[in-house]
């Protein structure tokens, strides 16, 4: 995971906890304790087959809470890890859950609900980045003028479509694109305008839950974050030299934060068929960036660029129609 973050990629840690440690490192440690399965409290179902056919795949479902379903989380597992698992709250909801920890007069009854990453409780994730990384000063550059804006951490404390953190006034800003290669964060007030927009993208690391997978050209649904919403897609087999078998995916709307290194999962109907890594995105007819702020993260004198530009405030500024930045494809 900090190899992801330090090749300017945003990893998703509760997808890799579910994989390699909740249901990796632990079911290797009890293998030999004689346990047929492991309950966990995902909002998840999995479907057995019949024993006559108790070789055929297994089937992760959505579960019957739309807004808690965690199958995105766990649409990197192996067969082998799902047929060991049991997800009884896959067919209730949480508030249901809720209902019941009250009736039975549970302890953690009022607890409220987990927020924080898998693996690092209490710790605040920028913290537990940069006690694995560190940091390094970089320039924060405005995407549709080149302007020189002030300073950031380093390119891994950042990710598509991020606000928090940019210790930038007259916002909101947003980052749209990074330079890993020269350190750079590229930010935008217009987060929305057509040239940020992101619809195409391609995913690596593909992990079916059969052996199959998607046919070609096939329209699924997918998701590209934890969240109740998804989007229509078509997904496009292709075969690379670089990362193997991966999948070309075309979004039926514009998604701006579509981010490098995050979980792509898809879906036909309630079935999860697995899921792969965003290894990039980008629209045809457009890029965040303007040709002078890209020149201008090529530098390699960077004190040329003297004292940050002092930003206007939007409110006080007149806002014409805008006209798509010249930018380089």
């Known amino acids: 995971m900090i190899n992801e973050y330090r090749n300017g990629r945003t990893p998703n840690p509760d997808v890799l906890c579910n994989t390699r440690i909740k249901f990796g490192a632990f079911l290797e440690a009890i293998e030999n304790l004689g346990f047929d399965y492991i309950a966990s409290g995902h909002y998840a179902h999995v479907v057995h087959p019949p024993v006559e056919n108790a070789e055929e795949p297994l089937v992760l479902q959505l579960s019957k809470d739309e807004i808690k379903d965690q199958t995105y989380f766990l649409s990197h597992l192996s067969q082998a890890q799902l047929r060991r698992l049991l997800f009884p709250l896959g067919c209730i909801t949480k508030d249901e859950v809720r209902s019941l920890a009250v009736q039975m007069d549970l302890p953690n009854q009022a607890r409220k609900d987990s927020q924080g990453i898998c693996f690092l409780g209490k710790v605040k994730f920028s913290e537990f980045v940069q006690r694995h990384i560190g940091e390094m000063e970089g320039i924060l550059l405005e995407a549709e003028t080149g302007d020189y804006l002030g300073m950031h951490r380093g390119f891994w404390f950042y990710t598509i479509g991020q606000r928090q953190g940019l210790r930038l006034s007259g916002g909101p800003w947003y980052v749209v ?3 890993v290669q020269n350190n750079v964060v590229f930010v935008s007030r217009n987060y929305y305008s057509l040239d940020k927009r992101r619809r195409t993208f391609r995913v690596g690391s593909l992990n079916w839950f059969s052996d199959s997978g998607p046919a070609d050209n096939e329209r699924l649904k997918c998701k ?17 030299e670089e990362n193997g078998d991966v999948l070309a995916v075309r979004l039926s709307e514009d998604d701006q934060g579509l981010a490098a290194g995050q979980f792509a999962a898809f879906y036909r109907d309630s079935a999860c068929l697995g899921s792969g890594i965003i290894l990039d995105s980008w629209d045809e007819m457009s890029f965040p960036v303007c040709a002078k702020a890209l020149e201008t993260a090529r530098m390699e004198d960077k004190s040329k660029l003297g004292k940050p530009v002092r930003i206007m405030n939007l ?6 129609e805008p006209e798509p930045a010249k930018c380089e494809s």
């Open 177 to 179: 694109e990074k330079d």
């Open 224 to 240: 590209v974050r934890h969240s109740p919403d998804f989007h229509d897609c078509t997904v496009t087999k292709e075969q690379t």
């Open 315 to 320: 409110e006080h500024l007149v806002k014409p």
